[in-house]
């Protein structure tokens, strides 16, 4: 259960980082909003994990997916270029994130 929840905890990661843009500097009223409410729900829930999961795996893979998301859907949103250097980076993060995910089970 707690990974779902950390798993609840990235996607909210990934529309708190989103939201930054549009928020223009914070000169714009609703994405604003959006980067504070989702910002606050991301951290709350990450924080309900730490009782289970150990701190440093369970922010690692917070983060991780986090920045997966949010290049991804920089690509399919905003049109950011997808190379082969940042497929790559992105393979490490995924291939870091099983790893903890794998060692933070036993």
Known sequence: MAWLV???????EIAFALSLKPSEGFSRFWPTAGV????VISVVLLSRTL??????????VWTGLGSIGVVTLGVIL??????LARIACISLII???VG?????ST
Do not use: C, H
């Open 51 to 60: 009782d289970r999961l150990p701190v440093g795996t369970a922010y690692a």
């Open 95 to 97: 291939a870091g994130v």
């Open 36 to 39: 504070l409410v989702f910002g």
């Open 78 to 83: 905003f049109g950011e270029p997808l190379t």
């Open 100 to 104: 903890l995910r794998i060692a933070g």
């Open 6 to 12: 950390l798993l609840a905890a990235a996607v909210f």
